[in-house]
Nanobody
Framework: QVQLVESGGGLVQAGGSLRLSCAAS????????VGWYRQAPGKQRELVAT???????NTADSVKGRFTISRDNAKNTVYLQMNSLKPEDTAVYYC??????????WGQGTQVTVSS
C-alpha cells in the first residue's frame, strides 16, 4: 500500500508561483512513474507532468515552459514548480505513482486557485 500526501496548494494571483510537494510512503525511485494530474470543475482529470524511473519527463503542452516536475529520491518526494500561473490552471492537483506491478496510487489532492 502506497500513501501519497500532497501539500503546497493555495490561492495565488495570476502570474504568481506555487510549489506542490508529494511525499510518498515508499521509495520514489522504485516506482515506474510518478506524476501530477489535475481536475478542474466539470472537466476530466488530465495529465500535467510525469517523470519515469529513468528520469524521462513528459509535460502537458498547456503548462510546458511554466511548470517543472522534479523528484528528490532521498526525501521520497515529488515536486511540481508552477510559475506564471493562469486562472485556467485552477484545479485540484493530484499526485500519482505507478508501481512496478502496474498498480496506480493517488493522493487526496490539493486545491490550486488562481485569481485574475
Amino acid at each position: 500500500q502506497v500513501q501519497l500526501v500532497e501539500s503546497g496548494g493555495g490561492l495565488v494571483q495570476a502570474g504568481g508561483s506555487l510549489r506542490l510537494s508529494c511525499a510518498a510512503s515508499g521509495s520514489i525511485f522504485s516506482y515506474n512513474l510518478v506524476g501530477w494530474y489535475r481536475q478542474a470543475p466539470g472537466k476530466q482529470r488530465e495529465l500535467v507532468a510525469t517523470i519515469t524511473r529513468g528520469g524521462s519527463v513528459n509535460t502537458a503542452d498547456s503548462v510546458k515552459g511554466r511548470f517543472t516536475i522534479s523528484r528528490d529520491n532521498a526525501k521520497n518526494t515529488v515536486y511540481l514548480q508552477m510559475n506564471s500561473l493562469k486562472p485556467e490552471d485552477t484545479a485540484v492537483y493530484y499526485c500519482s505513482v505507478l508501481t512496478t506491478t502496474q498498480r496506480a496510487y493517488w493522493g487526496q489532492g490539493t486545491q490550486v486557485t488562481v485569481s485574475s
